[in-house]
Each structure stands twice: as C-alpha cells, then as structure tokens.
C-alpha cells in the first residue's frame, strides 16, 4: 500500500485498522464507525489516537460531536464509481471544520486524487498495484478550476 | 456566443492532455478497463455496436460557424464524413478510432469545443431552447444561465462520480422548447410578485424505464441562488441516490421514494447552511456573461425590405418553407430558419461534412456567424433578415436542407437505433424510412397539424418517446424488431407521458399503423385541434379498436 500525504510519498504510516480481535491495541487506532460505536470506552482507554474509518452510508450529522476525538477520518470508496467520500470530505472540512487528517482507502487511483484533493482529502492509501511515482503528477493536471471547494473555496468568479 | 477567457482555453487544453495520458496509459495495461470505461465516458467516448462513438458538446445548443467548419474537418479526417445531432443539442461521431480521440479532442479544443462530460454519471448537459433571445415572449435569455450552469458543473470536484446521470435544462418562455419538466432538473425564469425576475426549480423529471415529470421543488429562487441551490440538491442526491441499481439510480427515482416535501426540506436544510457562502452569484458575473449574449448588429431598416413580400406572393414553396420552417422574431424584419436534418429517406439528425461546410458559411452570411441545435435534431440559424430568406431557402433546397416538414409527422426524433448502439433493441432508421416513404404527401401532413412523432430503438427513450404525441419504442421479441406505440405524450409546458397502445406491431407493419391512428384523429377531430388534443379529449380506445380491431 503506498501512502500519499500531502502530495508526496510516505514511507512510514503510524495508522493501524483494528477490528474487534485487536480491540485493546495501542497506538494510532483506526477504528470502523460500527466498532467504535459499539466499543468507545474500550478503545478510548488505550493510549495512543484514535482514527474513524466510515463509508458512503454514514450520517455525518450523528457522529459530528464527536469528530474532535478523531486525529484521523478514512474515507472508503467501495468502487471507482462511488463518489459519496467526495461529499463526506468536503462536510468533513466545511461543515463540520474537521482540522485532522482525511485520508481516501479503498479503490483509490491516480484518476481520482485531484477531485479528491479538492474536496479536501489530504492523504491517500494507493493500492500497490495501482502505484507509480508519476502519480502525483495528477494533482494540479488541470489548473483552471471553475468552482470553490476545500482547497480555494471562492468559485472563479470570485478570484 | 459565450468568448472563451485564457482560463477557459486552458481547461479544455489541459484536459485533452490529461485524457491523452489516460488513454496511453489504459493502451499500456495501467488503467484496468473498468475505470477505462468511466474515465473515457466523462469525455464522451463510448464503445458502441460497430464502432466507438464520440459525443461532442455543444453547450445549450450554440454553435458557431468556425466550430461547424471545424466539424466538417473532423468527420473528414478521423470519422466517414458525417455527424449525427442528438436530443440533447450535442453531436456525435460514430466512426472515430479510441486511440485518436485525443487528436479529435485537441483538434475541438482549438475551436473552443469539447466532449467534457457529455456522458458518465456526472452532470452532463445544460439544454436550453434553440429560440433563446429572439421569442418576444421570454422573461429573459436563458443562455447566460446556462452557461453559468455549465461552469459550475465542469469538472466539479464533488459530483464527478453522481449514482447516475444528471441533465438540466433552462427556458426562459413559457413556451417549453427544452423539455424542462423532463430533465432531472428544470429551470424556468420567472417573474415574482414584485416584478423581479428569478427562477421556479423543478426536480426529479426524466423518462427511461420509469418516465417522470419533474415537480416543483422552489416556485421562486433569487438569482443569486442559483448555485448555491443547485448545489444543495446535488449533495443531496449525491449523497442518498441509489447506488445499487443501475435502474434505479436517477434522482427522479430519490424524489419519488421521499416525496417531493420531504426531498424538498433535506435539500433546503443544506442550502440553508451554503446559500450565504462563496456560491453566491455575484450580478458582476451575469453581466460578465450576458455581455456575451448581446443581441447581434441587426440592420436597423431590414423590415423596410420589400422583395421578401413579393417572393412570398410570387413562389409558392418558398412561401411554404416560411411557414413550415421558420419562425418569428422579436427583431423586426428578421426570422430564425429551422434547418432540416430530415431529408428524405436519410437518418434524422445526420449532416454530412459538405453539408456543415456550406451551414456554416450560410451561418457567415446570413446569421452572424452563429447557429443552434435543437433537441429534434434540426439546426437553427438564429437571425436571418428577411431579404435573405429566399437566397438562403435556394441554397439550402440545393444542399437538401430545406425540406418544409418541421413539426410535422416527418420531422421526427430517431435515435440511431440497432444500426449503431449497444444499446438497443430494435432497428429505428429502417422504420423511419419506411414511414417517411409512406407519408409523401406535404399537402396531407400539414393537413394533420402539429405532429411530434419519436422513436427509440430501446427503453433509453433517447429519442424521448414517452414525450411524442405519438411514441414508437421498438423492443425485441424473439430476435425481432417490434413496436410499442404510445400516444398522447408531450414535452412542452403542458407535459405528458404518452399512454401505451396496446400490444406491440410487427416493423413490416408501423408505417401502417401510423395510417390507421391518423384515420381516427381526421375522422375524430374538432376544430383546429391537434393530434394531441383528440387524444386527451377522445382517449385511446377509438385508436386501440381502428388498430387492433376487436381483440386486443
């Protein structure tokens, strides 16, 4: 899995999933919505954070308070035609002011970083086999960009 | 038109680079095809029956004579010498090469065109009517609009990866030539009570497998909302569309499931939370675009002419195609022509490149450079004045463009049918000759009044049959091309879906079927009344009992 952060490669990811066999594990915890809901005094007395692993079903209004808790939210993308994580994160950042990282896992490829990166997705888990080190040179491929999003929210009307 | 600034340039430049790099890295293995697919389809290349079909952009409908010239040059050098003029005011290839489409795309882009998301799960189209700015009775243009629209919606970051498709169309009459209450959303400029002009939004309309008319989600939105709610309903539908069936995955299909108060109140509790944001549209940014959008240099003294009066009284058929195909314009002394892309026993909508080379210098010489598509698959040119009209109704009789059948039984919607696409069920160009060679009588067809007839080879309905005043949908049946005939159906302001028939008719034996339904209207009718009308008024049994007799 290579890990994209920021534009850039990353070598080191302190982030592991847990499920509920690994529930009492320390460290940086990324945790399934479904899990946490059912496990939050467990996994919240274990040193180390905590991230929150959701998918296009989630109701972000149900987790919102509790978002500050979270270092990390993973976005899944089931499918390369599922575009709910590009709504998620853009609510993530705008509605709910989410400052940690929002990462995109799952079928995540070169052909969908920049509109995931505008929507304000700042780390990226690319399958192995999907990796080449040109893939950033996606980010920034097309440099006029009409409406406002995470990364300049005034549309271009108002630049 | 709209005049590209260097930005817009740049977008399309730098998205025909990106689509070169996708594709060389699909042909080198890198891109499985399944995301291939998806990535091709949001810049409009499908792999159809015989060949890949290209479907370029023409946004709301106009078109420029450079980009016809442009046109004519690319069918010649990547495809068999023609294009095909859709439904949706676009226009399509049906020969190009998968891995030359970057050079056709390179080659639009020089002329400031495109195919960027003309199809994928995205927002694909903003329609509009092909009589924008020159019916006396609009609100205002809608053609700013639509162009505002359409920025917004190209390569919007969020609603790239919709359940499904997404088609808006904007009238600013309250004549409906754009089919508004059939798009996912509509948008119709309005007057409030105090005079000021902004938008009713209706939603959730559509044909296909399950035909809907849109309903009204906002009768009155301020102008400068237009974004910010139009946003609102697409983070909603993007968000809780259905993604599990295919069928099942239009926004009309969200409404209907919630109710169109309960789909109302989610999306205007999230434009509640956006509408005092960035998506405000600023009145300096209509103006911008409307300044692009400004009536042409019309000749002040162009009514004064008086040779179009005594060609009118002297040639009979010139006299004809006035009244057939053009129509009034708000500018004294001018008309808009309607050309024809229904010569006889030729595929409607098809033009070939000799063809869109002599449109396009006729576009030069007697309408300002610029034409419009027409969601019947004709093309207009905009502003004629009227001592042109009789110059320009022989020249374009001579290219076989002049044929005086518009809104009649002959001007039908086809879509290209079991011929071209993958699609479909049945064969539609056959059938559309058979019909055409049918009915050659002018004097009968105008005889019958306005006609909308559409076709579709399959459940698709891009040929919007539910929306005819009679429908023809072919479907198979044991390998056989048959025909499902609705009627009663409309796309304009007073819309309706058409009624089936009965059971479905043999192809040998439409042409024939049409003749028997057109018997009971004659027979049946009242007044001026159209076909339309009879049938509302007299129902479908007089019809069902002439076409199948007693057994049914």
């Not at chain 1, 080191?12 to 939050?40: F, H, I, K, M, Y």
């Not at chain 2, 940014?285 to 179009?308: C, G, L, M, W």
């Not at chain 2, 040998?508 to 004659?522: R, S």
Request: charged share 25%; net charge negative; aromatic share 8%.
């Amino acid at each position: 899995m290579a890990l994209i952060i920021d534009q850039q490669l990353v070598s080191e990811d302190s982030w592991q999933r847990v499920d509920e066999e690994t529930l009492t594990r320390e460290g940086d915890r990324l945790v399934p919505l479904a899990l946490w809901q059912a496990s939050r005094d467990a996994l919240s007395a274990q040193s180390g954070r905590l991230g929150l692993l959701i998918d296009g079903s989630v109701d972000l209004e149900e987790i919102a308070e509790e978002l500050p808790r979270f270092a990390l939210v993973a976005v899944h993308f089931p499918s390369f035609a599922d575009g709910r994580g590009f709504s998620l994160a853009r609510l993530l950042r705008e509605r709910y002011g989410f400052a940690g990282q929002v990462r995109a896992v799952g079928e995540v490829s070169r052909d969908r970083l920049e509109y995931m990166r505008r929507c304000g997705f700042d780390a990226f888990e690319v399958p192995d086999a999907r990796y080449a080190p040109e893939l950033v040179s996606a980010f920034g491929e097309i440099s006029t960009l009409y409406q406002g999003a995470v990364d300049e929210p005034r549309p271009i009307y108002r630049r | 038109m709209y005049a590209y600034t260097e930005l817009d340039q740049k977008l399309v430049d730098e998205r025909v680079e990106q689509y070169r790099d996708q594709t060389r890295r699909y042909l080198a293995g890198e891109i499985p095809e399944d995301e291939f697919r998806v990535l091709r389809l949001m810049n409009g290349l499908y792999i159809q029956r015989q060949a890949p079909m290209l479907r370029i952009g023409v946004p709301y409908g106009v078109i420029s004579s450079e980009q016809l010239r442009a046109l004519a040059e690319i069918s010649r050098k990547y495809d068999k010498g023609y294009a095909h003029f859709t439904t949706r005011q676009n226009v399509q290839l049906n020969w190009p090469k998968l891995e030359e489409v970057p050079d056709i795309l390179a080659d639009l882009a020089r002329v400031q065109m495109h195919a960027i998301q003309t199809s994928g799960s995205c927002i694909r189209s903003v329609a509009c009517d092909h009589l924008a700015g020159i019916v006396a009775d609009e609100v205002e243009d809608p053609r700013p609009y639509a162009e505002i629209i359409r920025q917004w919606a190209t390569l919007h970051p969020e609603f790239a990866y919709l359940p499904r498709k997404f088609k808006i169309a904007i009238t600013g009459s309250r004549q409906d030539r754009a089919a508004t209450q059939v798009h996912d959303i509509g948008v119709h400029l309005v007057r409030n009570a105090t005079g000021e002009v902004g938008f009713e939004i209706l939603v959730g309309g559509g044909l296909g497998r399950t035909p809907m008319i849109g309903k009204v989600i906002r009768p009155y939105l301020a102008k400068e909302d237009l974004l910010s709610y139009l946003e609102a309903i697409l983070r909603v539908y993007n968000l809780l569309g259905r993604r599990d069936n295919k069928y099942k995955a239009r926004i009309k299909i969200l409404v209907d499931a919630l109710g169109i108060d309960a789909f109302r109140n989610k999306v205007e509790a999230e434009w509640e939370r956006i509408k005092a944001g960035p998506l405000k549209l600023p009145q300096a940014e209509i103006e911008r675009v409307q300044a692009s959008f400004q009536p042409p240099a019309y000749a002040a003294e162009a009514a004064e002419d008086s040779s179009y009066a005594q060609k009118l009284a002297a040639e009979r058929e010139f006299a004809v195609w006035i009244e057939r195909n053009t129509f009034a314009h708000k500018q004294p002394g001018y008309r808009a022509v309607t050309i024809a892309l229904k010569d006889y026993l030729k595929a409607p909508g098809d033009i070939t490149d000799a063809q869109l080379d002599a449109v396009a210098d006729l576009a030069d010489r007697y309408s300002f450079g610029l034409a419009r598509s027409t969601h019947e698959q004709n093309l207009v040119l905009p502003d004629v004045a009227q001592a042109d009209l009789f110059p320009l109704w022989q020249e374009l009789s001579a290219l076989g463009l002049a044929r005086p059948v518009v809104g009649t039984l002959n001007d039908m919607i086809c879509c290209p049918g079991l011929d071209f696409c993958s699609l479909a069920n049945a064969e539609t160009l056959s059938v559309a000759r058979q019909v055409q060679e049918r009915f050659t009588d002018l004097d009968y067809l105008y005889d019958l009044g306005e006609m909308q007839l559409k076709m579709s080879g399959c459940i698709n309905a891009c040929a919007h049959h539910h929306v005819g005043h009679i429908g023809i949908l072919g479907v198979d049946k044991k390998g056989e091309s048959y025909y499902q005939f609705t009627l009663g159906g409309s796309s304009r302001e007073d819309a309706s879906l058409g009624k089936v028939l009965g059971k479905s008719i043999p192809l040998a034996q439409v042409a024939a079927t049409l003749e028997k339904l057109l018997e009971v209207f004659v027979e049946q009718r009242q007044e001026d009344e159209r076909f339309l009308d009879t049938v509302r008024r007299i129902g479908l049994d007089p019809f069902k009992e002439r076409v199948y007799g007693t057994d049914n």
